[in-house]
């Protein structure tokens, strides 16, 4: 090449330092964007942190002067929100512990709002079996 040409690519080191920067940036981005697309169940609580702060106080019911531990949905015959409710109520719901608990929060977070029940199918780990057991108990209000 001639020197003409090289011009075109030499930088002042402060110009080399800020391309290298810039790259670094954008592989680092890349990487995490991977990472939660195959691992979408990592961190749920980390999802729209802020919508699920203004979900809560928009959505939360009232409070009452019942113990937490007599709410249980099942014995009180109230069906539990898939869209608001937070993970201690669906670990209440028969079949629901943590890591399923967790997958259905993270797939709220990552969708978006229950649109019917028969959606909760979608989430890994909840077959047909787990949904019959489940659909009394919930609604989507």
Known sequence: ??????????????????????????????????YKKY?????????????????????????SSVPPENLDSNKSGKKINLNTATLEELESLPGIGKELG?????????????????????VRGIGQKTFEKLRDLISIE
């Open 102 to 122: 967790k997958r259905i929060l993270s797939y709220r977070g990552s969708k978006g709002r229950f649109l019917s029940t028969d959606e909760l199918k979608n």
């Open 1 to 34: 090449m001639t020197e003409k040409g090289m011009d075109f690519f030499s930088f002042t080191p402060q110009e080399s330092k800020a391309v290298i920067f810039l790259i670094i940036i954008l592989l680092i981005g890349s990487g995490v964007t991977l």
């Open 39 to 63: 691992h979408p169940d990592f961190a749920p609580e980390l999802l729209l942190k802020e919508n699920r702060h203004i979900e809560k106080k928009v959505f939360e019911p009232p409070k």
